[in-house]
Nanobody
Framework: QVQFVESGGGLVQPGGSLRLSCAAS????????MGWYRQAPGKQRELVAAITSGGRTNYADSVKGRFTISRDNAKNTVYLQMNSLKPEDTAVYYCSCGELLLSPNDYWGQGTQVTVSS
């Protein structure tokens, strides 16, 4: 079993920034990729960004150049720096981990709300 502690969500104006953090604990495979998904109301959950233990990354086209994912392997913690936020980034953001960089969805966090609005 894997547990996650997510933080950093909130309300921000368009063009602003937020940083999400997620610390994983429990029976986590340290070689697993870690990532962030998001789900907006009425939409499917989508992968935002993911990172392997070696630092390889994968980003959704919609966030490339604006979001940066990073990871502290010693702390089993993944971060998502979100800049130039847009209203369409509004969603519940879920931390995850799993075997595959393209879909690290074996385990999920509880989610944190990000709202971009003026």
């Amino acid at each position: 079993q894997v547990q996650f502690v997510e933080s950093g969500g909130g309300l921000v104006q368009p063009g602003g920034s937020l940083r999400l953090s997620c610390a994983a604990s429990g029976s986590i495979n340290r070689l697993y990729a870690m990532g962030w998904y998001r789900q907006a109301p009425g939409k499917q959950r989508e992968l935002v960004a993911a990172i392997t233990s070696g630092g390889r990354t994968n980003y959704a086209d919609s966030v490339k150049g604006r979001f940066t994912i990073s990871r502290d392997n010693a702390k089993n913690t993944v971060y998502l720096q979100m800049n130039s936020l847009k209203p369409e980034d509004t969603a519940v953001y879920y931390c995850s981990c799993g075997e595959l960089l393209l879909s690290p969805n074996d385990y999920w966090g509880q989610g944190t709300q990000v709202t971009v609005s003026s």
